[in-house]
């Protein structure tokens, strides 16, 4: 109870400053919201560049062990064993 009346006399003072602030205050909050969106945004489309990018090269190395695996084994795939 006792801060409330320290406080009474800057009222006026809180009331005044918060009317000149508020219509600064929310333009700027509502941008750096924006600015936050954008951000996100662009990180989405960054991480999905570079998983599409990594899937590639992993297809690429799938397709080249592939190759090799056929050039060293010819025919069907099987492996003869001497006896």
């Given at each position: 109870?006792?801060?409330?009346?320290?406080?009474?006399?800057?009222?006026k003072v809180i009331e005044t400053v918060r009317g000149?602030?508020?219509?600064?205050?929310r333009p700027a909050a509502k941008s750096l919201i924006?600015?936050?969106?954008?951000?996100?945004?662009?990180?989405?489309?960054?991480?999905?560049?570079?998983?599409?990018?990594?899937?590639?090269?992993?297809?690429?190395?799938?397709?080249?062990?592939?190759?090799?695996?056929?050039?060293?084994?010819?025919?069907?795939?099987?492996?003869?064993?001497?006896?």
């Open positions: 109870m006792t801060q409330n009346r320290q406080f009474r006399p800057y009222r000149y602030i508020s219509p600064i205050a924006k600015a936050g969106m954008i951000a996100y945004q662009q990180a989405e489309q960054l991480y999905a560049g570079a998983v599409e990018g990594i899937g590639d090269i992993v297809a690429e190395a799938q397709q080249e062990i592939g190759a090799t695996t056929s050039a060293q084994n010819p025919g069907d795939g099987s492996v003869s064993r001497a006896t």
